[in-house]
T-cell receptor, first 114, second 114 residues
Framework: AQKITQTQPGMFVQEKEAVTLDCTYD???????LFWYKQPSSGEMIFLIY??????QNATEGRYSLNFQKARKSANLVISASQLGDSAMYFC???????????FGAGTRLTVKP | NAGVTQTPKFQVLKTGQSMTLQCAQD?????MSWYRQDPGMGLRLIHY???????DQGEVPNGYNVSRSTTEDFPLRLLSAAPSQTSVYFC?????????????FGNGTRLTVT
C-alpha cells in the first residue's frame, strides 16, 4: 500500500526567505504522480504542483518548486520568497498508476513570520 | 464556474441519526471521491468512484455508504451517526484516475455528532 510521510508537523520561516517542506513516499509502482496541496485557514484545498514519476526535470510553478529525488523517494516542496499569505497547512499526496485513489500525508503547518 | 459543490457547509447530528452529504461536479469528471480530515491525520479516503455505477471502498469506509447513479453526483450517506464521525468531509473529483490527474476539491462540510 502506498504511504506518504511528512515528518515536520510545523515549520516557521521568515518573510522573503525560502523554505523546504519534506515529503517521502513509498510505492512499488513505476508509474505514479506526486502532488502538493495548500490548505489555508479558510479550509479549502488548493492544488499547487505536480510531478510525474517519469519526469526528468523538477516541476516548478511560480514560487513553488518540487525537489524530486526518485531514488530516495522524496518529493520536497520548496517555496521561494515566502509571503505572509503562504501561512497554511501543506499536504503531500501520491497517486499510483491507473484507476487508483490519491493518498495524503499528515501535513505540515507553515507559519511565515513578518 | 462551479467546480465541485458540497452541501451543507455545516451540520450537527445526534448520535444515531442518518444524513446525506451532497456532492456535485460540473466538469464531467469520471473520478469522484470522499475524504475525511481529522487533526494530525491528513485526509483519509472513505469511498471513491471511477465512473457512474462503480464505487469502491477506501481506507475508512465503515459507517458510510455511497452511490454513483450519474457522472455529476456522488452523495455520501451516514447510516447511523456516531461521535467518531465528527470531522470535516471533502468531496473531490478528477478527469480520469491516472497518476497524473490532480483532484479538485469542494469546500468541505464540517460535521459534528453529539
Amino acid at each position: 500500500a502506498q504511504k506518504i510521510t511528512q515528518t515536520q508537523p510545523g515549520m516557521f520561516v521568515q518573510e522573503k526567505e525560502a523554505v523546504t517542506l519534506d515529503c517521502t513516499y513509498d510505492t512499488s509502482d513505476q508509474s505514479y504522480g506526486l502532488f502538493w496541496y495548500k490548505q489555508p485557514s479558510s479550509g479549502e484545498m488548493i492544488f499547487l504542483i505536480y510531478q510525474g514519476s517519469y519526469d526528468e526535470q523538477n516541476a516548478t510553478e511560480g514560487r513553488y518548486s518540487l525537489n524530486f529525488q526518485k531514488a530516495r523517494k522524496s518529493a520536497n516542496l520548496v517555496i521561494s520568497a515566502s509571503q505572509l499569505g503562504d501561512s497554511a497547512m501543506y499536504f503531500c499526496a501520491m497517486r499510483e498508476g491507473y484507476g487508483n485513489d490519491m493518498r495524503f500525508g499528515a501535513g505540515t503547518r507553515l507559519t511565515v513570520k513578518p | 464556474n462551479a467546480g465541485v459543490t458540497q452541501t451543507p457547509k455545516f451540520q450537527v447530528l445526534k448520535t444515531g441519526q442518518s444524513m446525506t452529504l451532497q456532492c456535485a461536479q460540473d466538469m464531467n469528471h469520471e473520478y469522484m471521491s470522499w475524504y475525511r480530515q481529522d487533526p494530525g491525520m491528513g485526509l483519509r479516503l472513505i469511498h471513491y468512484s471511477v465512473g457512474a455505477g462503480i464505487t469502491d471502498q477506501g481506507e475508512v469506509p465503515n459507517g458510510y455508504n455511497v452511490s454513483r447513479s450519474t457522472t455529476e453526483d456522488f452523495p455520501l450517506r451516514l447510516l447511523s451517526a456516531a461521535p467518531s464521525q465528527t470531522s470535516v468531509y471533502f468531496c473531490a473529483s478528477s478527469r480520469g484516475s491516472q497518476g497524473h490527474a490532480p483532484l479538485h476539491f469542494g469546500n468541505g462540510t464540517r460535521l459534528t455528532v453529539t
